[in-house]
């Protein structure tokens, strides 16, 4: 049995040189093994980095020199070569280069002559023609005058604007307005600065109560006409309330807040009489004054160096010092009688101080 085992594998190994030497020689043949000399003489793909070497022939020039004389040697060979060069060769260039020569002094020569001529022939000048002309001159100037003498009376006498002026004019203010707001507001300012509620313009009113007004007391007024302060409309029949003060018999009085529903308006207003002068005439406060005055001295000068000076003297005497000087305060309040619907004005202080 053993020998048969040993018998088989050598017959194995016999057998596989035979089927591994095929493939082994295809594989050989398939990666080029055998094909030398046709992979050498096959041309190789790519670009080719062997540079030619340089190869010059003796009548190539090599320089930019060389360049600039061959050209030079081929220009004289055409020459030479052509009808040019054979009359040279022949002599006859000489002769042509003399008589091109010739030719032109002669027509130099020419030309001299001909301006000669000219300067020979020109007629001679006449001196009489510049007094024409001089006498024409002024005729011109004086036409001028007179044109322009004419136009000015013309616009003289024409008093009355162009109306093609007077568009353009229009036209122009428009512009200037578009491109400067500003000179409408001016222009708005400058009209209510003359329309009827002007700084000189007073507005009527009236007194209201019959009262008798001190120093401080509260005066009410009533508005006669419409009012405009600050853009706003004040209506008419509106009543107006200020303080009073006495002063060099007159009672100034001054309003400085006017209330329009639920607003209080800030304005600056003073009341004239229709005499022009400010405040309202008080003769009367001269006289009240000199009898309270009077009063409070005859109060003053009561005196107590008669009675026993005892603690209830005392007593009594500053009691009585304090009734003289409530009495003496009380003579001296001035007052000023007021009728109701006595006519005044009121005067827009803050137009004024613009």
């Given at each position: 049995?053993?020998?048969?085992?040993?018998?088989?594998?050598?017959?194995?190994?016999?057998?596989?040189?035979?089927?591994?030497?095929?493939?082994?020689?295809?594989?050989?043949?398939?990666?080029?093994?055998?094909?030398?000399?046709?992979?050498?003489?096959?041309?190789?793909?790519?670009?080719?980095?062997?540079?030619?070497?340089?190869?010059?022939?003796?009548?190539?020039?090599?320089?930019?020199?060389?360049?600039?004389?061959?050209?030079?040697?081929?220009?004289?060979?055409?020459?030479?070569?052509?009808?040019?060069?054979?009359?040279g060769q022949l002599g006859f260039s000489d002769l042509k280069r003399k008589a091109g020569s010739q030719d032109e002094q002669t027509k130099q020569?020419?030309?001299?002559?001909?301006?000669?001529?000219?300067?020979?022939?020109?007629?001679?000048?006449?001196?009489?023609?510049?007094?024409?002309?001089?006498?024409?001159?002024?005729?011109?100037?004086?036409?001028?005058?007179?044109?322009?003498?004419?136009?000015?009376?013309?616009?003289?006498?024409?008093?009355?604007?162009?109306?093609?002026?007077?568009?353009?004019?229009?036209?122009?203010?428009?512009?200037?307005?578009?491109?400067?707001?500003?000179?409408?507001?001016?222009?708005?300012?400058?009209?209510?600065?003359?329309?009827?509620?002007?700084?000189?313009?007073?507005?009527?009113?009236?007194?209201?109560?019959?009262?008798?007004?001190?120093?401080?007391?509260?005066?009410?007024?009533?508005?006669?006409?419409?009012?405009?302060?600050?853009?706003?409309?004040?209506?008419?029949?509106?009543?107006?309330?200020?303080?009073?003060?006495?002063?060099?018999?007159?009672?100034?009085?001054?309003?400085?807040?006017?209330?329009?529903?639920?607003?209080?308006?800030?304005?600056?207003?003073?009341?004239?009489?229709?005499?022009?002068?400010?405040?309202?005439?008080?003769?009367?406060?001269?006289?009240?004054?000199?009898?309270?005055?009077?009063?409070?001295?005859?109060?003053?000068?009561?005196?107590?160096?008669?009675?026993?000076?005892?603690?209830?003297?005392?007593?009594?005497?500053?009691?009585?010092?304090?009734?003289?000087?409530?009495?003496?305060?009380?003579?001296?309040?001035?007052?000023?009688?007021?009728?109701?619907?006595?006519?005044?004005?009121?005067?827009?202080?803050?137009?004024?101080?613009?």
């Open positions: 049995m053993k020998t048969e085992l040993n018998r088989d594998k050598r017959r194995v190994l016999l057998f596989i040189p035979i089927l591994i030497v095929p493939f082994m020689a295809l594989g050989f043949y398939a990666m080029g093994g055998g094909r030398g000399d046709e992979l050498l003489s096959k041309p190789s793909a790519g670009i080719n980095t062997n540079l030619p070497n340089a190869s010059f022939s003796t009548d190539t020039p090599k320089t930019k020199a060389d360049y600039y004389q061959q050209a030079d040697r081929n220009s004289s060979n055409k020459e030479d070569n052509g009808i040019a060069g054979i009359a020569i020419n030309e001299k002559l001909e301006a000669l001529n000219r300067e020979i022939n020109k007629p001679e000048p006449v001196y009489g023609q510049p007094k024409t002309v001089a006498k024409a001159q002024p005729s011109n100037i004086k036409n001028d005058v007179d044109r322009l003498e004419a136009l000015m009376k013309t616009m003289q006498d024409n008093k009355y604007e162009d109306p093609e002026m007077a568009q353009l004019n229009t036209m122009m203010q428009n512009i200037l307005d578009i491109q400067h707001p500003e000179r409408i507001t001016q222009r708005m300012q400058f009209t209510q600065s003359l329309s009827p509620d002007s700084q000189f313009r007073a507005t009527p009113a009236i007194i209201v109560d019959n009262q008798k007004a001190v120093q401080g007391a509260t005066i009410k007024i009533r508005l006669q006409d419409t009012l405009r302060i600050n853009g706003m409309l004040i209506p008419k029949g509106q009543e107006l309330f200020g303080a009073c003060r006495i002063t060099n018999q007159r009672l100034l009085l001054d309003i400085k807040n006017i209330r329009l529903g639920t607003s209080i308006i800030p304005v600056d207003l003073s009341v004239y009489s229709l005499d022009g002068m400010i405040g309202i005439d008080a003769p009367e406060a001269l006289l009240t004054g000199a009898l309270n005055n009077g009063t409070d001295n005859a109060v003053r000068s009561i005196g107590f160096g008669g009675f026993d000076q005892s603690v209830a003297t005392q007593v009594a005497g500053a009691g009585i010092d304090a009734a003289r000087q409530l009495v003496s305060k009380k003579v001296r309040n001035i007052k000023v009688k007021l009728k109701s619907g006595y006519s005044v004005l009121l005067r827009n202080n803050q137009l004024s101080s613009r």
